[in-house]
């Protein structure tokens, strides 16, 4: 398999100087030190953790502080799961949505979903079918970037994670640089395999429970369902996602 390349958000607006951001977990650590990108400020490591991500460490990353288990439990929050690694970092610049769309690949847009949890789930599916980005609006995006980063597993490294300000115009803008639209609705009259894909597309994911917002399904090209057994047909957002790109990304 070939890997993608980390992705460049060096066209969009700077991150805030102030607001470090702190990851740690293996995958996501190693991610981060791959990605040229990505301004790494300090490293914490345990012995064993230091082997594992050893060959990862570049010129330009800072030296490796080595602290055991104790000392790097106390530097993230409570109950969290650094594996022996934690780095301190910069935010990666907002990526600009219209040099998104101008690559034309498929994309994602999510609406209220804002679960860490979840987007994390939803970030690694868009990295292994090779979404072009994901769309988040500004008023729900996830508040813990350090659950996210966690639960994405390095995803945010490679998948651009696009802050939007108004989901319905940024739809609206998708569909003038021609894109087509869907929405996944499990009350909608076809199926998402019968879309047609004589276009690129964007694929609208609801929060679980809530489901689209009318301003965001009046904005969609279309609305389609799961192809999935009548009888279960609920499915957590993540993984419906996942079989939803499945099916977009097929031949």
């Not at 980005?133 to 597993?153: I, T, W």
């Not at 689209?212 to 192809?227: E, H, V």
């Given at each position: ?24 977990g ?44 104790r ?5 993230i ?13 910069e ?21 209220q ?31 813990n ?10 995803a ?13 115009r ?17 009350d ?64």
């Amino acid at each position: 398999m070939t890997k993608r390349k980390p992705h460049n958000r060096s066209k969009g607006k700077n991150p805030q100087k102030s607001q470090a951001q702190l990851i740690y977990g293996l995958h996501a650590v190693r991610a981060v030190l791959d990605n040229p990108q990505r301004k790494v400020r300090q490293l914490w490591a345990s012995a064993n953790a230091e082997t594992e991500i050893r060959s990862h460490i570049k010129e330009q990353h800072p030296k490796i502080q080595m602290l055991n288990i104790r000392e790097l439990s106390k530097i993230i929050p409570e109950n969290s799961v650094h594996q022996g690694i934690i780095a301190e970092v910069e935010p990666l610049p907002n990526p600009d949505f219209q040099d998104i769309l101008a690559e034309g690949k498929l994309l994602l847009a999510l609406d209220q979903i804002n679960d860490p949890g979840n987007m994390g789930a939803i970030l690694r599916s868009a990295a292994a079918f090779g979404v072009g980005g994901v769309a988040v609006p500004r008023h729900n995006s996830p508040q813990n970037a350090m659950s996210l980063a966690k639960a994405a597993s390095g995803a945010l490294e490679i998948v651009p994670l696009v802050d939007i300000g108004n989901l319905s115009r940024s739809l609206q803008i998708a569909q003038k640089a021609g894109y087509i639209v869907v929405g996944l609705d499990e009350d909608a009259s076809i199926t998402l395999d019968e879309v047609p894909k004589n276009a690129p597309i964007m694929c609208v994911m609801g929060a679980e429970g809530k489901g689209l917002r009318r301003l965001t399904t009046q904005n969609c090209d279309y609305t389609a369902k799961l192809p999935l057994n009548a009888e279960f047909s609920t499915l957590n957002v993540s993984a419906a996602t996942a079989i939803a790109l499945y099916i977009l990304t097929r031949p």
